[in-house]
């Protein structure tokens, strides 16, 4: 997976010493979702999903963390030009940002496609082994862990090959 530099060295003075940035993803300039002159960079780190957001024509940048234990579900949809990463999260107080107007689910539109999907696996990746770590334990169904739909983002028990939601296949 790809890490573009220029986003670590933007982001430098919010990363904690000990911090690694795995996956970034960035809109495009150009095409659906993009943005020409302040596009919108997500670093997913070993600790959280920080995402700048660069306005004023990337003049001034604000950005915004997310906690893992937050994220309920990724997905992705995948279009001909660009993709969008949606990223529920649950209990998170914002009203600006990723999640405004009290929304559950944010949208990071305009991205590569392969660096959409790389992020998307990354995340649903973090997701699933925070649910099968021994803090999770068992799940409804009695196995431990979990594997999310990356076509719908449900949840679904780590045995399953079908997402119960959508039908999609969860792959192996």
């Known amino acids: 997976m790809a890490v573009n ?10 990363l904690w010493p000990d911090e690694t940035v795995e996956v970034t993803a960035k809109q ?3 095409g659906p979702g993009g943005s020409a002159t302040s596009p919108t960079s997500v670093l997913a780190t070993d600790k959280r999903i920080i995402i700048l957001n660069r306005a004023s024509l990337g003049i001034r940048q604000d950005y915004e963390v997310i906690p893992y234990k937050q994220v309920t579900s990724v997905r992705l949809e995948h279009g001909v030009l660009s993709s969008s990463v949606f990223i529920r999260v649950q209990g998170y107080d ?4 990723l999640l405004k107007n009290g929304k559950e689910e944010g949208e990071i539109d305009g ?6 999907k790389a992020l998307a696996d990354f995340l649903n990746k973090k997701l699933d082994d925070a649910a099968s770590s021994p803090e999770a334990g068992e799940t409804d169904s009695g196995a431990v862990g979990s594997r999310y739909c990356t076509q719908c983002g449900n949840r679904n028990p780590a045995s399953s090959k079908f997402c119960s939601k959508c039908g999609a296949s969860l792959g192996r």
């Open 111 to 116: 991205l590569n496609n392969a660096d959409a």
């Open 28 to 30: 495009r300039r150009i």
């Open 5 to 14: 530099q220029e986003d670590v060295k933007a982001a430098k003075s919010i």
């Open 94 to 97: 914002r009203d600006q940002g």
